[in-house]
C-alpha cells in the first residue's frame, strides 16, 4: 500500500506540474499508459479481457472518468496536497449512496466521525482564504462520483477480477479523453512527453499494489495506509511546487484525514 500511495502521489504531481494543458488531454495519456499496461497483463495471464459484469463494469468507467476530470480540473485552482486530502471525502458519499442504494447500515459512532470531517472542509474553507470556490467546488464535485465508483464496485463484487475492471474504465477514458481533447489540443514538447507517459504507469502501479495489498491483508489494517498519499502529497507539494500551507490549512486536512482513518476501524465487522 506504501507502495501504491508513493505511485499515486508521483502520478497526481504530474498532473498538478501539467495542469497548463487541456484537462482531457491530461485524461487521455493517463488513461491510455494505464489501458496498453492493463491489456498486456490480461493477455499475458490469459484473463478474459470482456469479463462478466459489462453494463455495469461500463456504468462505473463512465462515473469514474467523471470523478477523475473533475479532479484533474480541481488541480489547476488548488495546491495537490489540498485537493487530494478533500477528494478522500469520498468514503463518505460512498457510506451515504450505500445506504440508499445498498441498504448498508451505518453504525452509530460514524456519524460524528462524518460530522467531523465535514468540519475539517469547513475549517480549510473558512480559515484559509487560499482556498479557491471553484476548485472547492470541482472537488467536491469529483468525490461525490468517487464515492459513486465505490458502490457501482460494491455491485459488481467478485464477479470480475480487479485488473478487469480497472481495464474498461482506462479503455473508456482513453476513448472519451481522446476524442474530447481534439477539440483542444495542445502539443507536448520536450520533457512533457516523458510526464504524459509516466501518467499510465504510475497510475497502474498504483493501482495493482494497492489491489494486491487489499488481497493479502486485512482491509482494516491495510485501508488507513492509503492516507500516507496525503502526507507525501503535502511533502512533494512543498519541496516541488513551493505550496505554503496555514496552520488552519493543516488543521482542516488532518481533521479531515483523522475522521476518516477512524472510520476505517469502526465500520470494520
Known amino acids: 500500500m506504501i507502495i501504491s500511495t508513493f505511485s499515486f502521489t508521483l502520478m497526481n504531481s504530474v498532473v498538478k506540474y501539467l ?25 499475458w495471464k490469459g484473463i478474459d479481457i470482456w469479463g462478466n459484469k459489462r453494463s455495469l463494469m461500463l456504468l462505473r468507467s463512465i462515473i ?24 478522500y471525502l469520498s468514503p463518505i458519499f460512498a457510506t451515504f449512496f450505500a445506504l440508499i442504494l445498498l441498504k448498508e ?21 473558512g480559515f484559509d ?30 464477479s470480475d477480477k480487479p485488473i478487469v475492471i480497472v481495464n474498461y474504465f482506462m479503455f473508456v477514458g482513453t476513448v472519451i479523453g481522446g476524442v474530447l481533447s481534439l477539440f483542444n489540443w495542445k502539443n507536448p514538447e520536450g520533457n512533457d512527453w516523458l510526464l504524459f507517459l509516466s501518467l499510465g504507469i504510475f497510475g497502474f502501479f498504483g493501482q495493482i499494489f494497492m489491489t494486491k495489498a487489499f488481497q493479502v491483508a486485512k482491509t482494516n489494517l491495510v485501508a488507513p495506509l492509503k492516507y500516507i498519499e496525503v502526507i507525501f502529497t503535502l511533502t512533494v507539494g512543498v519541496l516541488w511546487f513551493g505550496d505554503v500551507y496555514t496552520i488552519w490549512s493543516l488543521l482542516g486536512i488532518l481533521m479531515i484525514v483523522g475522521a476518516l482513518v477512524a472510520n476505517v476501524f469502526v465500520s470494520k465487522d
Open 19 to 43: 495542469s497548463g494543458f487541456p484537462t482531457f488531454e491530461i485524461v487521455f495519456f493517463r488513461s491510455l499508459g494505464s489501458f496498453v499496461l492493463g491489456t498486456t497483463f490480461i493477455l
Open 64 to 87: 469514474g472518468l467523471t470523478a477523475m476530470s473533475l479532479f484533474f480540473m480541481s488541480l489547476k485552482y488548488l495546491s495537490v496536497g489540498t485537493a487530494v486530502s478533500l477528494r
Open 105 to 125: 447500515k451505518l453504525k452509530p459512532l460514524q456519524w460524528p466521525l462524518f460530522f467531523m470531517a465535514f468540519l475539517g472542509v469547513l475549517v480549510l474553507k
Open 129 to 158: 482564504g487560499a482556498i479557491d470556490n471553484t476548485g472547492l467546488v470541482l472537488i467536491l464535485a469529483a468525490s461525490v462520483f468517487s464515492g459513486l465508483v465505490y458502490v457501482a464496485i460494491r455491485r459488481i463484487g467478485k
